[in-house]
């Protein structure tokens, strides 16, 4: 009711009241509408009617016409700005994130493939022309890119940094059984932020090494790299060149993750050497006997992992019968191998191999090449070196000065390395009575090298044939080893030889250059006595000048015994 008396209301208004926008707009210039009380408001009466909103009534759009003014441009375009920033960071980290993708999916099958080769040739593929890292000829890893003809070996022949188009950098140990493949990524690992989910963390410059970060597969063979660019070497220098670290001027790093660097040669080369000797622990035996340890393979010697006495060989619960503080031997003797019991010596070479035999039938008496296989070991560990880098100063030797004038037990306490031995005697000897030494796998073996000699199986038969048939003349014991000097030695003249590389490779120098004075190896031969005799190795608490890792000694028969002389078993 109220909208139909509404409609005929508005019908009934006179017509000079329906004013459009055409007539306002050909009368604009006459049209006097200062009588109004409001002008956009047209009343109709008392009614208070309102004219609908049109052009004419419109102060925006017809009365008071407005555009945009410069602030608002400004915002707008602030605004349009940072929206657009945000869509290219977003792509950009995206695309970052989808190539990072793609360089850990090429590491993975590569290593996979590498993993067959290695199955099939027990060897890993050399890189393509490499690099020889040295330190003083000595090699330490080889370094190259993986280039065509290794990934086409591979099945991995598009393998390629999906941003520069550069091949990935590979690198090799001296034994072609560890090995390292790396890239660079462009975005950070989640871990490197405090908050995961701020995607305000800066990313790195796509185009600049420096600022990118480098992922390592597998072992901790190394990449080096320039100093100032964390380009790795193989982009800077020739195929088949050789870096001598030592002598060097190249400035290198070695990265040893994302976020720890070495810089400086000396302690490049130190890492470099501890890691290769790591690189060996998981082939050591997981599990030996108690008081034996394990020791890792070495492919040098065609050597695999094996348990060793911790201890020289010892007689379970016997009393000491010398003042000298050892045990003769004795077929009823419970051969062990713990701390607190003295040495078994006086035994001969074939009573040897019986005591080891003893203890079960897998047990014998160590080889030349398991001797070797832990004094090599022991070489190649920093931590047996005074100067805690590898040929550098000393390897320590111990209990050699004959104070005490005995052979001693051992103690449990592996960090008790002086035990028996007086302060005085251990604070003047510039650590000579220190009776332990680390191999790579951190497990520590006493009385190495010292305390009394012991028996070796140089035909490295287990069934203990053969093991006084070799002839070793001294021509023939010197063969490829640095004439030293004549000695009197055991009531008779020895010849001296300077180890080389007749039971090691190690011919280059420094190894080469090591002996009696670095407390190493030397080798002791007699002129006049017949050569079919057996191996002891090592020496005893009086000769501190004989008693080094490597020390041979040609001058005893397989039917000698001696009270200084005893053995060690392995399994």
Known sequence: MHSELRTKNLESRPDSWKLDYETFNSQKGSFDISGLRNPLSLSAGRQGWRYPKTALNSKTSVLNPRAF??????????????????????????????????????????????????ATAWTYLLPDGPITVTAWTWYIIYQWAAWSRLLSILHSSDAKDALDGNYYSY???????????????????????????????????????????????????????????????????????????????????????????????????????????????SSAPANCPIWFVSVPWNQEFNQPGFCVMKYEAKALNWIINSWFNWHSYSWTDVVVSNPQDVSIVNVT?????????????????????????????IELSSNNWTSWMVWSWYIHNWHVNNNPAVALTGSSDDSNWFYWITWWTWTTSAFNNKRTLTLSNWNVIWDFAWNVWEHVNKANTLDATNIDSNNFSLE??????????????????????????????????????????????????????????????WDNWMHMGNAWIYTLNLQQRAVDSDYSVGFRCTK
């Open 69 to 118: 003014t410069l602030v608002e441009l400004i915002v707008v375009i602030v605004i349009l700005a940072i929206l657009a920033t945000i869509a290219f960071l977003s792509f950009s980290s995206q695309s970052a994130s989808a190539r990072d993708s793609t360089r850990l999916a090429d590491l993975s099958n590569i290593s996979k493939w590498l993993w067959v080769f290695q």
């Open 171 to 281: 690198s090799l140990d001296s034994t072609k059984t560890h090995y390292t493949i790396w890239a660079f990524l462009e975005n950070p690992p989640i871990s490197f932020r405090l908050n995961p989910l701020d995607l305000s963390f800066p990313l790195s410059n796509a185009l600049d090494y420096s600022k990118r970060y480098a992922f390592i597969k597998w072992d901790p063979v190394w990449i080096l790299v320039e100093s100032w660019t964390n380009t790795p070497i193989e982009q800077t220098v020739a195929s088949w060149t050789i870096i001598d670290l030592y002598s060097t001027s190249k400035q290198l790093n070695l990265n040893l993750s994302k976020t720890n660097t070495v810089v400086w040669t000396w302690l490049i080369v130190w890492v470099i050497q501890t890691a290769q000797n790591w690189n060996y622990s």
């Open 349 to 377: 070479q074939p009573q040897a191999i019986t005591a080891c035999r003893s203890m079960w039938v897998w047990y014998h008496l160590i080889t030349e090449n398991e001797w070797m296989t832990i004094a090599r070991n």
């Open 476 to 537: 023939s014991a010197c063969n490829n080893w640095t004439w030293a000097q004549w000695s009197w030695y055991w009531n008779d003249w020895v010849a001296e030889c300077q180890f080389q590389n007749w039971y090691l490779r190690t011919s280059y120098w420094p190894g080469w250059a090591y002996n009696s004075n670095q407390w190493v190896w030397r080798i002791y031969a007699n002129n006049t006595e017949d050569r079919n005799n057996v191996f002891i190795r």
